[in-house]
């Protein structure tokens, strides 16, 4: 088809217009301050065959997985739908994300043909379930999570389904917060059916759709291009999801299998961790949205999103999984898994692009909730932050320090203090830079936040799900890794208190007084940090991002009385501290690759002898960029300079027997 570039640029950001419409009608008049603050909602216009053709400046972990809940309302009443319709959705097992992300789709003819359509997908603050703010570390089940939604209809032919709506409200907290964010949606759904008419009026359907289509071949030849430069191949990589069995760390895979094939490219989960009957599953949507937006922030940044960018990519996915979940297992760690999918295809990507790679990022959403009652008012309360963290260094600079991950897009990284205080029994009395946690790198990568929040009340339910509290964001080419995730609780007399299984709490009883102190991750470190300038680790401690001891320590920079870097000085710790890195020679064996009860965790071998426990968490760097993670068994048949791994090991860091791998302990004795 041939359109004239002018009508296609004109109607592309027509469209692109309309979804920043809905944005700004959802942004006025939602009522809780996730949606109005934070803004964790998403808009999307689709075509009548169910493709995205538009999207504005929203959150990709909404956006690019729409599609799957538009394909799951199309399956169910596609042949029945009319104008006046709203249809609703938030089944993780039917194309949805987490039960809290609620999608409305509202149909629009035009001449009794289906035209193109707007989409909102919307986090709301509570959707029922165990815990306030619906978002529980120990679930086992997803009845435990919320009201799970199939796709009805809400609205049929302009009539509203009261006992829809009686239903959902009945099983929510604070349902009169809920029903108002509920009516934003509808109201961005209206503004778009006016806005989408009074195109039609203008332009016609016929050249609107012909430009829909050119838009949707153009974006794809873009993505096919960038792909078509990379060399052929499979690469691998497996990254980790916090879960813990009868409270003993017992993590969970992620492996995946990316495979270059001309202008394609394949992301092969098979293989990763069985779904287990706690927090750490997912949706096949969130998986795909994944890969997409791993593919697409490092090949081709700079393009449009619509559907035309999702034809190059194929993702195979086993049902039961934890990248697939399905039922009855709890699906509330759909971010976690959406990010451990991006930091494992970015590693597998750094194989075979590694200038365009950026170190790991903080790898989580990091959700903390606190509800109640507020004894003042009577009124329950509830209160939910994710502090963001640091993003990976990468090869022209540092990790942006306290930023959003490209997957969550736009989202504010910090509510409005004011708000929160006023509508909420709460005192954020800190919000800063966190000390020392950026990985070390010749560019370090970007340092997490610390808030502190002192509950007012008398009483809360404490509840969080984060993950990257035990297995940190990967540094690339020897780079350090991020500082991982903290959450305790101070007691108003000071003293602290921990959990037993960090990031994975419901329901944690809090009293008058309690602050809660959340910590987010670090990035990940790019280059090694035995490179990196010596002013500008001087800098940092200035900055206070480190101290002088850290400086030492981790980067070899020694500093005089002025804080200047001393250079031969520096040069004589660097060296020193180089001569100390702990070099083994690699080899293979037929031994166990995997440990877990539950989950999976992958086996490396050393000596008795050479000098590191059993059961430390190392990170082996080889040929490729990023790390393998293994802990430590002992095997008395191998020499003390060897460490030993299975062949899908050896791929994954790009080495052969008899080379040698850089050994960094993580946690566990001889940690450095």
């Known amino acids: 088809m041939t359109v004239n570039p002018i009508d296609l640029e004109v109607v592309t950001e027509s469209l692109i217009s309309i979804v920043r419409e809905m944005r700004q009608t959802i942004f006025r008049t939602a009522h809780s301050p996730v949606i109005a603050d934070a803004q964790d909602f998403s808009c999307a216009l689709f075509d009548p065959s169910g493709q995205m053709v538009a999207q504005g400046r929203d959150m990709p972990g909404h956006v690019i997985a729409m599609p799957a809940s538009v394909a799951e309302i199309f399956a169910d009443f596609a042949a029945e ?10 089944d993780p097992y039917r194309g949805g994300s987490h039960l809290n992300d609620v999608t409305l789709i509202s149909p629009v003819f035009v001449d009794g043909q289906l035209f193109l359509f707007p989409c909102v997908r919307m986090h709301w603050a509570d959707i029922g379930g165990m815990t306030p703010g619906s978002v529980s570390g120990q679930a086992t089940e997803i009845l435990q999570e919320g009201l799970r939604i199939p796709p009805i209809k809400l609205i049929e032919a302009g009539r509203p389904n009261r006992a829809a709506f009686d239903i959902v409200f009945a099983n929510v907290r604070m349902a009169e917060e809920r029903r108002g964010d509920l009516e934003s949606s509808i109201a961005a759904c209206h503004t778009a059916q006016r806005r989408l008419k009074e195109l039609v009026d203008r332009w016609g359907t016929g050249l609107i759709l012909d430009c829909v289509a050119a838009n949707m071949d153009r974006t794809e030849q873009r993505l096919r291009d960038m792909i078509r430069s990379l060399p052929d191949g499979t690469y691998r990589y497996e990254d980790y999801l916090d879960l813990y069995t009868d409270g003993d760390y017992d993590a969970a895979i992620v492996r995946c299998r990316l495979t270059v094939d001309g202008d394609e490219i394949e992301a092969d989960f098979r293989g990763s961790s069985t779904q287990v009957a706690a927090v750490v599953n997912s949706s096949r949507a969130m998986t795909v949205a994944g890969v997409f937006i791993a593919v697409k922030s490092a090949l081709d940044p700079g393009g449009l999103v619509n559907h035309g960018a999702f034809r190059p990519l194929r993702v195979r996915t086993e049902p039961g999984t934890v990248v697939h979940v399905s039922y009855p297992a709890p699906a509330n760690a759909h971010s976690e898994v959406r990010k451990r999918v991006i930091s494992a295809v970015m590693a597998a990507l750094s194989q075979v692009a590694p200038d365009l790679i950026a170190a790991d990022q903080f790898g989580t959403t990091f959700q903390n909730l ?21 993003n990976g260094g990468f090869l022209e600079s540092d990790g942006p320090s306290a930023m959003n991950p490209v997957d969550l897009g736009d989202i ?10 006023t509508e909420i029994p709460i005192l954020v009395e800190a919000c800063e830079l966190r000390a020392g946690s950026c990985g070390d790198g010749t560019h370090r990568g970007g340092l997490g ?24 964001p990967y540094g690339l080419r020897h780079g350090g890794p991020g500082a991982p995730t903290v959450t305790h609780l101070r007691r108003a007399d000071g003293r602290r208190v921990d959990f037993d299984t960090p990031g994975k709490i419901a329901g944690f009883p809090m009293r008058a007084g309690d602050v809660l102190v959340m910590e987010s991750a670090g990035g990940g470190g790019w280059g090694d940090p035995l490179d990196r300038a010596p002013d500008a680790v001087a800098e940092d401690v200035r900055q206070d991002y480190l101290t002088g001891e850290e400086a030492r320590q981790r980067y070899g920079v020694v500093l005089d009385g002025d804080g200047e870097a001393d250079r031969a000085a520096t ?12 070099w083994l020679r690699l080899t293979t064996t037929d031994r166990p690759a995997y440990t877990g009860r539950r ?24 040929v490729h960029p990023a790390p393998l993670r293994a802990w430590l068994r002992h095997d008395t048949a191998l020499a003390a300079d060897e ?22 302990v993580l946690t566990g004795e001889g940690r450095s």
């Open 81 to 90: 739908m009319c104008p006046g319709d709203l249809y609703i959705v938030n």
């Open 370 to 390: 606190i509800g109640g009652v507020d004894e003042h008012t009577g009124q329950p309360y509830l209160y939910y932050d994710y502090p963001a963290g640091g």
């Open 412 to 421: 504010s990284t910090i509510q409005s203090v004011e708000r929160l205080e």
């Open 449 to 472: 936040s610390r808030r502190e929040t002192r509950l007012l009340a008398s009483g809360g339910a404490y509840s969080v799900q984060t993950d990257r509290t035990t297995v940190p």
């Open 571 to 582: 040069a004589d710790l660097r060296q020193r501290l180089r001569d100390e890195r702990s």
């Open 599 to 622: 989950g999976q965790r992958r086996l490396a071998y050393v000596a008795p002898g050479s000098g590191l426990a059993e059961e430390s968490l190392v990170e082996l760097h080889g």
């Open 643 to 664: 460490i030993a791994l299975d062949d899908d090991g050896m791929q994954i860091l790009g080495g052969t027997a008899e080379h040698r791998a850089y050994v960094r």
